[in-house]
């Protein structure tokens, strides 16, 4: 039996992270992180992980050349990241299969997970299937009603797809199902959680299982360019595909940035920027800047990208905004859509609300004398289809 944490279970200056969790759940965290510490020096686990990651993924990912945009933005050139041509069609893939290679090692047969969008639900019940392991997926009763596809994906899979009723009915509400799940069945079961949040060690884990994006970046754009861009750019929900591409470029001298979800005001209510907007708090197991109202309460959120709709920002990212290594900027939901259109239109790629953020802030950083930019498309736009449809009038 593990007794205490080997890694560092906070981030930064300001101690962000931690691990807030009930008693019932310290000691699997304790042997998930264990469990994490002997996979990552075991051969074996990564070179199956480095298997399936090429054959099942599709990694590594191409790094596109966008020429046609970088044109129409006075950019002298721009590199996309493609996590949207990975099986599911996101980064969040990477993590889930991961995690769930490491669950089969750890001898566990059931996963349980939270979605949100789906995004995160449907690649955790494809590695699932995979693997031959048992799914169960908790999802607000409103997430289901507008990602209704995905919850189809899910159940093709042979996951169960759990409703939740409680609050909104969307992502928060389903996170705290999923832990009180696991609370009761963790000796037979493992909690994959969908970005870089929740109690240590499932921030470092995930950032862990993301890098891959950062490298092959990193190894790929010298490749094809020659030098390092001038300027490394992803959105971010919780954290997770940010982190992935941006920590391997900590050590390099250029800009990293973060994009948030602006919503459709500056209200309180209104967006998911953290940043600004958020205060230090507590929510699903760490420490971290968290949108909270004059009372401490968790503030709703608004974004037309349900992948960035949450009210905290990751306690890694969160720490690396505050000392100075991250700028974390803010993107409206008008600008994600002219951002969408832009690159639809003169790259023909379609990416996800999400990613659309990212690419709503090139104007700004070509404004702001930028002239090469390594973006990350985090996922692609099908599943965002109806919404490009309804908010574009086509
Ligand atoms: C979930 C998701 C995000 C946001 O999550 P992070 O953990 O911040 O990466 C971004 N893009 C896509 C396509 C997603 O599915």
């Known amino acids: 039996m593990t007794t205490g944490f080997e890694l560092p279970t906070r981030f930064g200056t300001q101690a962000l992270g931690g691990c807030y969790a009930p008693e019932t759940l310290m000691q699997p965290l304790l042997d998930l992180e264990a469990a994490f510490l002997a996979a990552s020096h075991d051969p074996a686990f990564l070179a199956e992980l480095k298997v399936e990651l090429r054959h099942f993924v599709g990694r590594p990912t191409p790094l596109t050349a966008a020429p046609r945009l970088a044109g129409k933005l006075g950019l002298k050139a721009l590199f996309l990241k493609r996590e949207d041509l990975t099986h599911t069609g996101a980064h969040k893939i990477n993590n889930a299969l991961a995690q769930a290679l490491l669950a089969r090692r750890m001898g566990k047969t059931e996963i349980i997970a939270e979605t949100g969008a789906g995004q995160h639900g449907v690649a955790t019940a494809a590695a699932c299937a995979r693997l031959g392991l048992s799914c169960t997926v908790y999802m607000g009763v409103t997430d289901m009603a507008r990602q209704a596809p995905n919850v189809a994906r899910m159940r093709l899979f042979g996951t169960q797809v759990v409703p939740v009723e409680a609050g909104q009915g969307t992502l928060k509400e389903a996170v705290n199902e999923a832990l009180r799940a696991w609370a009761g069945r963790c000796d037979r079961a493992h909690y994959i959680l969908g970005s870089a949040l929740g109690p240590h060690p499932f921030p470092t884990l995930v950032r862990s299982f993301q890098t891959v994006i950062g490298e092959e970046a990193r190894v790929q754009v010298l490749e094809q360019y020659g030098h390092l861009p001038e300027v490394v750019l992803a959105c971010a929900g919780g954290g997770s595909n940010g982190l992935g591409l941006l920590v391997p470029f900590l050590g390099d001298d250029l800009r990293r940035v973060a994009v948030e979800a602006g919503g459709h005001g500056l209200a309180l209510g209104e967006h998911a920027a953290r940043l600004d907007g958020g205060r230090m708090g507590v929510l699903h197991g760490c420490k971290t800047l968290l949108l909270q109202d004059e009372h401490g309460h968790t503030a709703e959120t608004a974004s037309i990208s349900a992948g960035l709709d949450y009210p905290a920002l990751g306690p890694e990212l969160a720490a690396l905004a505050l000392d100075g290594q991250v700028e974390v900027r803010r993107a409206s939901d008008d600008e994600a859509l002219a ?23 090139l104007p700004a950083l070509a404004a702001e004398g930028a002239a090469t930019i390594l973006l990350g498309l985090s996922g692609r736009g099908d599943k965002d289809l109806s919404t490009y449809q309804s908010r574009l009038g086509i």
Request: hydrophobic fraction near 50%; include cysteine.
């Open 339 to 361: 951002g969408a259109r832009l690159l639809c239109e003169r790259e023909g790629i379609l990416p996800a609300l999400e990613s659309s953020h990212a690419l709503a802030l």
